[in-house]
């Protein structure tokens, strides 16, 4: 069975901190997907990492996949309270279909 | 374009009921995939249809049943409801291949008392 486990669960911290979130499995995908979803809304991608070793960055994010493609992580840099919301990553199972870690839920207050 | 739509948004239902999900893709895209959130187990993907036939099934029991129509609308069904089927009920659309990411819709969250 393919998993994708998140860490930390939750994550609280005050605006302009660091902070970086894991997304770990014993398992290899062809390629990792990372989303945010807020309160009330379904999941939106944030990026997509295809490439072991990969590094993507989308303003104070920072993503990376790791050499062998079981793992991947992602910086945010200076964080804002906008940056509130659960991060997902998510992976293309063996049958096809995207299976997803359970979360991280960050808060970021002001 | 039109994101994915679902309807309706709230759903209270009563043990033993049955209730009828709706999901309007992105135009132009034909899977459609269903997904149940809730805070203990995260999203578990349920099914997804791909040109009106079910492409692929998750390990949740029978039922939970969905179908699609010729114009990609999608519907899912949950019949003689339980409370542990109270969740968020997520569907999400992509073009088709299977490493393109999906597009959510805001999710029907049902309530079963």
């Known amino acids: 069975t393919q998993l994708l486990e998140q860490s930390p669960q939750f994550l609280s911290i005050q605006e302009g901190e660091n902070l970086t979130v894991y997304c770990n499995s014993s398992?290899?995908?062809?390629?990792l997907q990372w989303y945010r979803q807020e309160p009330g809304e379904g999941p939106v991608l944030l990026v997509t990492?295809?490439?072991?070793?990969e590094v993507k960055k989308l303003k104070r994010l920072t993503f990376q996949f790791g050499d062998a493609r079981k793992d991947s992580s992602l910086h945010i840099t200076a964080a804002q309270p906008g940056d509130t919301g659960l991060y997902l990553c998510a992976g293309v199972g063996s049958q096809g279909n995207l299976i997803f870690g359970k979360g991280t839920k960050l808060s970021v207050k002001p | 374009k039109a994101g994915v739509t679902q309807t309706p948004r709230y759903l209270i239902k009563t043990r033993g009921q049955q209730v009828t999900l709706s999901c309007s893709p992105i135009s132009g895209h034909r899977s459609v995939s269903w997904y149940q959130q809730t805070p203990g187990q995260g999203l578990q993907f349920l099914f997804e249809?791909?040109?009106?036939?079910?492409?692929n099934k998750g390990n949740f029991p029978g039922r939970f049943s969905g179908r699609q129509f010729s114009n990609s609308r999608s519907e899912m069904n949950v019949s003689t409801l339980e409370l542990g089927d109270s969740a968020l009920y997520l569907c999400?659309?992509?073009?088709?291949?299977?490493?393109?990411?999906?597009?959510f819709g805001n999710g029907t969250r049902l309530t079963v008392t």
């Open positions: 249809y791909f040109s009106e036939t079910q492409r």
């Open positions: 398992s290899v995908f062809s390629s």
């Open positions: 990492v295809v490439t072991g070793g």
């Open positions: 999400a659309s992509r073009e088709g291949a299977r490493n393109s990411p999906l597009h």
